[in-house]
């Protein structure tokens, strides 16, 4: 009887332990070349998880090839040695290694492996994988895991990639510095008066505000806006915020001091428009020595118009009176044509 024929039955059970085999060997590869590629992409901080599958695939496919054809594809020799171990009185191994023996003591070994053989069925053939293989491929996978888990954590932005951790932990601490804005005299300044800022940094903003009856004149290092921000800070600040008391005040801004505008004349307490010099706030007197003076003069000064006025009112009435409806219309139209 040919020994491959008689090995056939559990040729397919012995072939899917060969396969399992190679594939915890690749997945071995595979997870190692994972984990690899993930600490790498992960500490140059290069963002691509395709090169994480391809270097999975690229590591595990041809050690999942090799490993089955060189080693766990299923012989006739292999087949024998496993049958072997189930404690047959007749070695398997011993009739194929008499295969082409024509001897009488190798054709009766023969003969009796294949009775032995005939009684033992293929179901008493179990998958075996050895404990160290299963280790290696655990260690692996949680290794690959940690290393995918470190590239996820970079590429989604919660963790710096490794060059980056060792230029921060290289790094020189950047230099602070303080800005302090002080107030001289009745104001105030608006904003954060004390500041601290990194070299190179730029200031917030302040601004200085006076308070009634004051103004503000400058800062004391020469600037004179009162909306402030100090830029690219190098070295420590403090300048001070300087108000003083509104003496002069000239609202009309026509460089006289004095409060009236251009187009009104200034007026003394005794109406005199000649005097520039009277004070805004005077109020009048109520001791109620004052006098009416009449102002009911044409432009020359000299004549009154109200006088004029009731004398033509006066000879008006008398004329109506004495003249008859055509007198009146008659001098109606003279009037007119004048």
């Known amino acids: 009887m040919n020994p491959k024929k008689l090995f056939q039955k559990y040729y397919g059970k012995l072939n899917r332990e060969g396969i399992v085999k190679a594939t915890l060997c690749g997945s071995v590869s595979g997870l190692a070349a994972l984990f690899i590629s993930g600490m790498l992409c992960w500490f140059f901080g290069y963002n691509g998880f395709w090169v994480l599958i391809l270097a999975f695939v690229a590591a595990a ?8 054809y060189k080693k766990f ?3 006739t020799r292999s087949i024998a040695k496993r049958v072997d171990e189930l404690g047959l009185e007749e070695r398997l191994i011993t009739m194929t290694e008499l295969e082409g023996d024509p001897s009488y003591i190798a054709m009766r070994q023969r003969e009796d492996a294949m009775k032995s053989l005939s009684t033992v069925s293929e179901d008493l053939l179990k998958i075996a994988v050895s404990v160290p293989l299963l280790v290696s491929v655990i260690v692996a996978g949680v290794c690959g895991l940690g290393g995918t ?4 954590l970079y590429s989604t932005g919660v963790m710096k990639s490794g060059v980056e951790m060792i230029q921060d932990a290289n790094a020189v601490p950047p230099q602070i510095y303080t800005v302090e ?4 005299g009745e104001g105030e300044i608006l904003g954060m008066t004390e500041q601290e800022v990194y070299e190179g940094e730029d200031a ?3 601004m200085a505000v006076p308070k009634a009856g004051y103004i503000f004149i400058g800062w004391s ?3 004179d806006g009162a909306y402030r921000v100090d830029y690219q800070v190098g070295k420590n600040i403090s300048v001070t915020a300087m108000f003083e008391e509104a003496v002069d005040v000239d609202p009309d801004n026509d460089d006289d001091n004095n409060p009236e505008p251009d187009d009104l004349p200034p007026y003394n307490q005794d109406g005199d428009p000649s005097d520039s010099n009277r004070d805004p706030t005077d109020k ?3 001791d109620g020595s004052g006098e009416y003076t009449s102002s009911d003069n044409y432009m020359d000064g000299e004549t009154d118009y109200g006088q004029d006025l009731g004398d033509a009112t006066d000879g008006a009435q008398g004329d109506i009176g004495n003249a008859g409806d055509g007198d009146m219309i008659g001098g109606y139209f003279d009037g007119i044509q004048k």
């Open 181 to 184: 804005y002080v107030v001289e």
């Open 204 to 206: 917030l903003a302040v």
């Open 284 to 286: 009048p007197s109520d």
């Open 221 to 223: 290092d020469g600037y």
């Open 61 to 68: 496919l041809p050690v999942v090839l090799l490993t089955y």
């Open 149 to 152: 888990t470190v590239y996820a």
């Open 73 to 75: 594809r299923p012989t």
